[in-house]
T-cell receptor, first 113, second 112 residues
Framework: GAVVSQHPSWVICKSGTSVKIECRSL??????MFWYRQFPKQSLMLMAT?????????EQGVEKDKFLINHASLTLSTLTVTSAHPEDSSFYIC?????????FGSGTRLTVV | DQQVKQNSPSLSVQEGRISILNCDYT??????FLWYKKYPAEGPTFLIS?????DKNEDGRFTVFLNKSAKHLSLHIVPSQPGDSAVYFC???????????FGTGTRLQVFP
């Protein structure tokens, strides 16, 4: 079946630094990739939608300059958290949309100290 | 603005009995609904889905019911097993947008 590989699975970074999270579709082409974040015991909140080769569409309240999304190819999308702060600590998950439906990555636990 | 809600944050069910998880939505444009199972620090795993043209879909122990007039759907798991213990999310989308909007989640515990 369709697989989305997301890494790193966890990362700890210092406040003020940037962190990049990658999602790769291993055996299919992901024309659309979605990025979610989940705070403890809360829902998965959609942050942005990215289509290959075009700019990402951000949900209301999500800072596009802080959460940089690049979808340069049909198999790779990246989320960069710039100038991270402790309040950015969260669980980030990507999801790829294809003919197989929605395939989720395994998530990245980001802790900013 | 929570368009998809799961009003029960937790549910505890004895093994072998039926688990019923509920979900309500507000956006009448949603036309496709999905249920996911999720463990901590992992991505969601797809369980079952239903299109708005149907009112029921069944797959093994899992059945999803959709009541469009009430904007309500439910997931029935029978018989429940300890391995079903996880957080369950319902999600909704409108064909053409592809955006999945998740509910708030229900933690299911199945005890022996």
């Amino acid at each position: 079946g369709a697989v989305v590989s997301q890494h790193p699975s966890w990362v700890i970074c210092k406040s003020g630094t940037s962190v990049k999270i990658e999602c790769r579709s291993l055996d299919f082409q992901a024309t659309t990739m979605f990025w979610y974040r989940q705070f403890p015991k809360q829902s998965l909140m959609l942050m942005a939608t990215s289509n290959e080769g075009s700019k990402a569409t951000y949900e209301q309240g999500v800072e596009k300059d802080k959460f940089l999304i690049n979808h340069a190819s049909l198999t790779l999308s990246t989320l960069t958290v710039t100038s991270a702060h402790p309040e950015d600590s969260s669980f980030y998950i990507c999801s790829a949309s294809s003919r197989n439906g929605y395939t989720f990555g395994s998530g990245t636990r980001l802790t900013v100290v | 603005d929570q368009q998809v809600k799961q009003n029960s944050p937790s549910l505890s069910v004895q093994e072998g009995r039926i688990s019923i998880l509920n979900c309500d939505y507000t956006n009448s444009m949603f036309d496709y609904f999905l249920w996911y199972k999720k463990y901590p620090a992992e991505g969601p795993t797809f369980l079952i889905s239903i299109s708005s043209i149907k009112d029921k879909n069944e797959d093994g122990r899992f059945t999803v019911f959709l009541n469009k007039s009430a904007k309500h759907l439910s997931l029935h798991i029978v018989p429940s097993q300890p391995g079903d213990s996880a957080v369950y999310f319902c999600a909704a989308t409108r064909r053409g947008t592809d955006k999945l909007i998740f509910g708030t989640g229900t933690r299911l515990q199945v005890f022996p």
